[in-house]
């Protein structure tokens, strides 16, 4: 290896650094996205993750020392795309449902101090 050639540690930092960097950046230009661009964002998550199952399987199961792959499915894939589909769902299900609002009982026209006030409107 020559002076000129990175060490390949440094090649993974490097890559990982920019990596941070292009996130950081997608983040701050568009901090709050809406939505419609988070759940766009999910669906895409999930068929990454599907797409691309065979290999993370393999890679878990490397790093682990032969790993079996029915346990990375259950415990790694199948979690990871249960948790986006319910995200997901409550994206979905928030945008239909008006929430309520809590309101304390004193401030309520009805309270206890209401009956000392007048009926007369000034």
């Not at 990375?72 to 948790?83: A, R, S």
């Not at 609002?101 to 206890?112: E, F, G, Q, V, Y």
Request: with cysteine; proline share 4%.
């Amino acid at each position: 290896m020559d002076a000129k050639t990175p060490a390949p540690r440094e090649h993974v930092v490097r890559k990982l650094a920019q990596s941070f960097e292009s996130q950081r950046r997608a983040y701050l230009d568009d901090p709050v996205p809406s939505r419609a661009e988070r759940i766009q964002h999910l669906q895409a998550l999930s068929r990454l993750v599907q797409d691309h199952q065979d290999a993370i399987v393999k890679a878990i199961s490397d790093d682990f020392g032969n790993r079996s792959s029915t346990e990375t499915l259950f415990c790694e894939i199948f979690l990871v795309l249960d948790g986006i589909k319910d995200t997901i769902g409550h994206l979905l299900v928030s945008a239909l449902v008006a929430w309520a609002i809590t309101t304390d009982m004193r401030a309520l026209p009805r309270s206890r101090n209401s009956r000392r006030c007048s009926n007369k409107v000034f």
